[in-house]
């Protein structure tokens, strides 16, 4: 049937907290309505977010709205992800609108200080009008809110959470992760801090985490009923490793599947250790994951020198701040330690800013605005940051095998010598260098590329003289997809998914009771 004149559904996913589970939760949404056969759609407003993506238009979004576009089988657009934030400070941050840079805000330029609207006030019929096109286009639209509704000290200039729901007509699910301890507290305070006309489109809610007899929960849940009238449309038990690629924090990069799982026993004889260091304003730290699915890969994130003295392999990641995180590895002997292992000939590899502060020299009048700075001289690179945003999608071989990734960044390098990383099918430089064990891209995700991630983990144990092999078999797109299909096995084994569909294709029930005393 033609989708003219149409406009499809829709639901909100909100969360009593940070980390309470929106992103799984709407990724398990997703992938339930396709395989009921529906065409879907994620969205988030606003995304606060170091781990972001690149979409085939060359549009930056964040990286759990393009894993949500993976459970719901479509391709991610900037219309998913109209606004991204991403800090550069805990004061300020980058505005990404539309998927493209806009500039630099402290945080009450963005929110506005109370006397006028800020930034973000102004952007709301942006985020409205991505919606309604979604809408246009798509059966249903699930999206995600941010942090909690109910901030009521920002809840004028919202744009992701109640703000949107109203525009829109939304209505709205809260998740709560028991795990934490006060969940029937926390929904019923989200609820009674909303205003009248929020609260009217709060449907209900869904318990997140649960260990346990469910039967122990149910006269806590008829409680809750009692006093906000609204149903629990499901409790999700707990699982180890349903984690996607979610929003920040080295805490959330240690949870999904391929990095909580018990490491798998090696191929070979020996395991392969790797150490990421982390830094100041990591970013796309799902880079590593790739490592983390192949059995016998150990990964784990480290910020000491003496960290780093046993690993096999040494990883310095992307970061939105490349001179802060240069100054901080000095400060804490990481420097000296990456300069000692790559004299003796041990595996480094460094992606994005990582690369970048491995080379000899970066000029920076952009994003530290620190000028003329001196790298660890382990590759013959020279980096001068361009005030232009490289966004792309890369496609070459390393190593004789394909490779794809994608490039965010502001440096733009200038390789004066070492040997060819990534090249294209004619053997001419892409992207990177090599000096003897020392490499280093642009790249983000290359390492998602199962040839290429193969013969680099052979080079890696050939230089740390290893007898790690690689599993043969290890495809990261086919573990992906079996991590999103648990999600969507969660929301139809343990949600009330009929309930769940009315809401969708129906809007909020109707004489939904007020919960004193309302937004203040």
């Known amino acids: 049937m033609s989708r003219e004149g149409r406009r499809g559904g829709g639901l909100l996913v909100a969360g009593t907290t940070s980390d309470a589970g929106k992103s799984v939760v709407t990724a398990g949404i997703c992938r339930w309505l396709v395989r009921r056969g529906m065409k879907v759609a994620p969205f988030k407003g606003q995304n606060m977010s170091l781990n972001s993506f690149v979409t085939r238009e060359g549009a930056e979004i964040g990286r759990a709205q393009a894993m949500q576009a993976q459970a719901a089988r479509v391709e991610p657009t900037a219309l998913m992800n109209p606004v991204l934030l991403k800090p550069g400070s805990d004061r300020s941050s980058q505005v990404v609108l539309m998927g493209r840079p806009v500039g630099e805000l402290s945080a009450r330029g963005y929110h506005g200080d109370g006397a006028g609207p800020g930034r973000q006030e102004t952007l709301l019929g942006t985020v409205v009008e991505c919606l309604e096109e979604l809408r246009r286009t798509y059966d249903a639209v699930i999206c995600e809110g941010a942090g909690s509704p109910a901030e009521i000290n920002l809840r004028r200039t919202d744009i992701v959470n109640m703000g949107v729901a109203r525009a829109a007509r939304l209505p709205v699910v809260v998740v709560g992760d028991i795990d934490r301890g006060g969940v029937f507290a926390s929904f019923f305070?989200?609820?009674?801090?909303?205003?009248?006309?929020?609260?009217?489109?709060?449907?209900?809610?869904?318990?997140?985490?649960?260990?346990?007899?469910?039967?122990?929960?149910?006269?806590?849940?008829?409680?809750?009923?009692?006093?906000?009238?609204?149903?629990?449309?499901?409790?999700?038990?707990?699982?180890?490793?349903?984690?996607?690629?979610?929003?920040?924090?080295?805490?959330?990069?240690?949870?999904?599947?391929?990095?909580?799982?018990?490491?798998?026993?090696?191929?070979?004889?020996?395991?392969?250790?790797?150490?990421?260091?982390?830094?100041?304003?990591?970013?796309?730290?799902?880079?590593?994951?790739?490592?983390?699915?192949?059995?016998?890969?150990?990964?784990?994130?480290v910020d000491r020198a003496d960290e780093i003295t046993d690993a096999d392999l040494v990883i310095v990641p992307g970061t939105r701040g490349t001179v802060r995180a240069l100054a901080w590895l000095r400060e804490r002997g990481l420097a000296d330690a990456l300069?000692?292992?790559?004299?003796?000939?041990?595996?480094?590899?460094?992606?994005?800013?990582?690369?970048?502060?491995?080379?000899?020299?970066?000029?920076?009048?952009?994003?530290?605005?620190?000028?003329?700075?001196?790298?660890?001289?382990?590759l013959p690179v020279r980096v001068k940051f361009a005030r232009e945003k490289t966004l792309a999608r890369p496609v070459g071989e390393a190593l004789g095998e394909h490779v794809e990734g994608y490039e965010i960044h502001h440096g733009v390098a200038s390789v004066?010598?070492?040997?060819?990383?990534?090249?294209?099918?004619?053997?001419?430089?892409?992207?990177?260098?090599?000096?003897?064990?020392?490499?280093?891209?642009?790249?983000?995700?290359?390492?998602?590329?199962?040839?290429?991630?193969?013969?680099?983990?052979?080079?890696?144990?050939?230089a740390a003289g290893r007898r790690f092999v690689p599993a043969p078999d290890t495809s990261f797109a086919a573990l992906r997809e079996e991590q999103l299909d648990l999600l969507g096995d969660l929301i139809e084994e343990h949600a009330d998914t009929d309930a769940l569909l009315r809401l969708i294709e129906s809007g909020a029930p109707s004489g939904l009771p007020f919960i004193a005393p309302g937004a203040p």
């Open 189 to 301: 305070g989200t609820t009674a801090l909303l205003s009248p006309g929020d609260q009217a489109l709060v449907a209900g809610y869904l318990v997140n985490k649960f260990r346990g007899d469910v039967s122990l929960l149910e006269p806590g849940l008829e409680m809750l009923r009692g006093l906000t009238g609204r149903a629990t449309y499901g409790v999700l038990p707990f699982r180890h490793g349903l984690g996607i690629d979610e929003e920040d924090g080295l805490r959330v990069s240690l949870r999904g599947a391929v990095r909580e799982s018990v490491v798998a026993p090696p191929y070979g004889e020996d395991v392969l250790r790797v150490a990421v260091c982390a830094v100041p304003l990591m970013s796309n730290f799902t880079d590593v994951d790739a490592l983390a699915a192949e059995p016998g890969v150990v990964v784990r994130f």
């Open 339 to 378: 300069l000692r292992r790559a004299a003796e000939g041990r595996p480094v590899l460094g992606v994005c800013g990582g690369y970048q502060l491995l080379g000899e020299h970066i000029e920076d009048d952009v994003e530290s605005r620190a000028g003329s700075v001196d790298g660890l001289g382990l």
């Open 416 to 462: 004066e010598g070492g040997d060819p990383f990534l090249v294209d099918g004619a053997g001419r430089r892409l992207d990177g260098c090599r000096s003897g064990q020392v490499w280093g891209t642009h790249w983000h995700g290359s390492l998602e590329s199962d040839g290429f991630r193969r013969a680099f983990l052979r080079e890696v144990a050939g």
